[in-house]
T-cell receptor
Framework: KNQVEQSPQSLIILEGKNCTLQ??????????LRWYKQDTGRGPVSLTI?????NTKSNGRYTATLDADTKQSSLHITASQLSDSASYICVVQNSNSGYALNFGKGTSLLVTP | GAGVSQTPSNKVTEKGKYVELRCDPISGHTALYWYRQSLGQGPEFLIY????????DSGLPNDRFFAVRPEGSVSTLKIQRTERGDSAVYLC????????????????FGAGSRLTVL
């Protein structure tokens, strides 16, 4: 069973609207959680990285939250743009692993005019 | 270079052939990773290099897969006797360090090499 589960699997929203993507994880012990954006045909690009002590981090119109107690994270996109259409991948690192990352399958977001 | 460069961007080959995929990481990054990504899935770990050595190759699916990084910079992923199931996007990533603080191992990914085995 994947240790990082994302929902929804896919999402379609109108340009200008907000949306929230969810990530639940079972990775333990926890080190950090990352959100990546992956455009079609491109490699993933880092949006945010949060450690245990951080519960929110913003990067422009992207705001990530982390609840380490419930092992949940969300990525909120404000005032969506067509260029936000991409796959958003949640990645969790185990503090024992040193380098190994656990990837979710991603949420595919489509922003339409 | 400014980013992680992967070549070729696309490779179509026939079943049973040998394939090499190249990764040129960010200059100065000691850690290099190979991942494989199938359609609709997240990246799947293959191998991790710290410098010239493969610190963890537990993700390589079988002995047809091999990777090298002889000078601690460019890496080559080698696939022998390719099978249709090998078709995927092969992603390379590098980070300043493989371990330590999260900020030291933020991965920068290349655009990937799309392999299609007919």
């Amino acid at each position: 069973k994947n240790q990082v589960e994302q929902s929804p699997q896919s999402l379609i929203i109108l340009e200008g609207k907000n949306c929230t993507l969810q990530c639940n994880y079972t990775v333990s012990p926890f080190s950090n959680l990352r959100w990546y954006k992956q455009d079609t045909g491109r490699g993933p690009v880092s949006l945010t990285i949060m450690t245990f002590s951080e519960n929110t981090k913003s990067n422009g119109r992207y705001t990530a939250t982390l609840d380490a107690d419930t092992k949940q994270s969300s990525l909120h996109i404000t005032a969506s743009q067509l260029s936000d259409s991409a796959s958003y991948i949640c990645v969790v690192q185990n503090s024992n692993s040193g380098y190994a990352l656990n990837f979710g399958k991603g949420t595919s977001l489509l922003v339409t005019p | 270079g400014a980013g992680v460069s992967q070549t070729p961007s696309n490779k179509v080959t026939e079943k049973g052939k040998y394939v090499e995929l190249r990764c040129d990481p960010i200059s100065g990054h000691t850690a290099l990773y190979w991942y494989r990504q199938s359609l609709g899935q997240g990246p799947e770990f293959l191998i991790y290099f710290q410098g010239t050595g493969a610190a963890d190759d537990s993700g390589l699916p079988n002995d047809r897969f091999f990777a090298v990084r002889p000078e601690g910079s460019v890496s080559t992923l080698k696939i022998q006797r390719t099978e249709r199931g090998d078709s995927a996007v092969y992603l390379c990533a590098s980070s300043l360090m493989g371990t330590g603080s999260p900020g030291a191992n933020v991965l920068t990914f290349g655009a990937g090499s799309r392999l299609t085995v007919l």
